[in-house]
């Protein structure tokens, strides 16, 4: 198997409703944001949600191998009354009652379009903790047709397959090679939140993976102490 598209975790912002951007997670802990930062998941069960954690973590302290730090970070920003306990959408984002919405960027681009400016909404990927989560590709031992299969692939990693995958918002596995070789279009790049922190994106292996889950879903009540839902 191999690496397809990434999204990273990134805020999605109700300007309307948040004078001041954050633009790290330290940030999130400052008083100006009393309850207002919210995540789309339960990090007891959602993916989305555990990484967020995740990713909190590395900008921390913690490290790929460490998650612990990201509980920590949460335990700070609900005491500090700044975290909502509830599952964010798209609808709370716009009605304020998540103005600040920790998810994929993707999904967060994605509502700032679908939103069209009512309410504005920006997005913005950390200056820290930039973590990635990767879908992946493969063929099937079984494929009836494994060349046919090998073809598709061959356009999927094509500069032409990666672009439609970016158009959705979706980083192609090949946008940092992309970039330098500007071949990206420049209407797309303008769409993205700072493209040159993706660099930084870092991206963990499935047992580190594992191993944060692990942590944070088992711990998250007892450091914690937020029911999402």
Known sequence: WYGDYYG??????????????????????????????????DPRASNQAIQSVFAASLANGGSLDDAGPGLQF?????AAGNFVPVIAETGTLAQGETPIVIQW????????????????????????????????????AYAPHPNAAKLWMEFLYSDEGQLIWLKGYCHPIRFNDM????????????????PELYNLAVFP??????????VITTQWDSVVGADVK
């Open 8 to 41: 990273v975790l990134a805020f999605a912002v109700n300007t309307d409703v948040v004078a001041n951007v954050p633009q790290d997670w330290p940030d999130l802990l400052k008083e100006e944001y009393s309850g207002q930062v919210a995540m789309a998941g």
């Open 74 to 78: 949460f335990k700070d920003l609900n």
């Open 105 to 140: 960027d993707y999904n967060g681009l994605a509502a700032r379009d679908s939103l069209a400016g009512n309410p504005p909404v920006e997005v913005i990927v950390p200056a820290s903790g930039v973590f990635a989560g990767v879908y992946v590709q493969a063929i099937s």
């Open 179 to 194: 970039v330098e070789r500007g071949v990206v279009p420049q209407d797309l790049l303008d769409k993205l939140p700072t």
């Open 205 to 214: 292996t499935l047992d580190q993976l594992n191993t944060a889950k692990d």
